[in-house]
């Protein structure tokens, strides 16, 4: 077994067992699996061990790996702060979009889409000017507005807490992240409400999954540290 591989098992089995101790479903979490400043190659060696769902963050970065890998059937997910002029290279290739965070790139990416996008609204949690991200105040009226939008599909919400190696200190972010979404859904009263929940990293995902991640974006667990 390669190395990616191995780390891919680990990871898979972090997710079981801490999906276990909160009485939780472990099909109920998508791994979105980060391979960002990875080379094709990588990514195929991971795609080999199994693994469909991939995240990247810069435009340009996704469009050559979706090139260079068209031959398989991966789910592009584009995660963290996207500009809006960026929206037409993404917004044909991405399956999923974890990072709109105004109204603008919502309307830009509702016009390329092909067919419904799935999109979750990146949340600023922490209020850190250096990150994506809207503001706590703003998810309310940025997805009634993304709820008007034909080829957007509203999932959810999305955050980065501020870096802290001790999980620990994730969680109430996560808690929050949370009730904002419960917030958000006792508001809209939609049919079926709202349930995606993309938070948690390689260093905290299994608090994240213990506060309710749906899906959790994994990175340096999987390819190694990036350089
Ligand atoms: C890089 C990145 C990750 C993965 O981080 P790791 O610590 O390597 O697991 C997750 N989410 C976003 C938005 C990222 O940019």
Redesign the pocket.
């Known amino acids: 077994m390669s190395s990616i591989a191995e780390n891919l098992e680990g990871v898979r089995g972090r997710i079981n067992t801490a999906a276990q101790s909160a009485g939780r479903d472990p099909a109920s979490i998508k791994l979105?699996c980060?391979s960002?400043t990875k080379t094709p190659a990588e990514i195929r060696e991971a795609y080999t061990a199994g693994q469909r769902a991939f995240?990247e963050?810069y435009a340009q970065e996704l469009k050559e790996k979706a090139e260079a890998l068209a031959d398989l059937n991966i789910e592009w997910h584009f995660?963290?702060h996207l500009q809006k002029n960026k929206a037409k290279i993404v917004a044909p290739i991405a399956s999923f979009v974890?990072?709109v965070d105004s109204l603008e790139l919502a309307v830009a990416l509702d016009k390329r889409a092909c067919g419904k996008l799935p999109c979750l609204i990146?949340v600023n949690i922490g209020a850190e000017e250096s990150k994506g991200g809207t503001a706590v105040e703003r998810i309310i009226p940025l997805a009634k507005e993304m709820l008007t939008l034909p080829n957007l599909d509203l999932r959810g919400l999305?955050a980065?807490p501020p870096y802290d190696p001790d999980p620990e200190k994730s969680r109430p972010y996560f808690k929050q992240l949370k009730s904002l979404l419960d917030a958000l859904n006792a508001e809209l009263k939609l049919e079926s409400p709202l349930c995606g929940l993309?938070m948690g990293?390689?260093?905290d995902?299994e608090a994240a999954i213990e506060e309710g991640a749906t899906i959790i974006?994994?990175?340096?667990?999987?390819?190694g540290e990036?350089f």
């Open positions: 979105v980060v960002k995240g963050n995660i963290g974890e990072g990146e999305m980065i993309s990293m390689s260093h995902f974006r994994v990175g340096t667990a999987i390819f990036r």
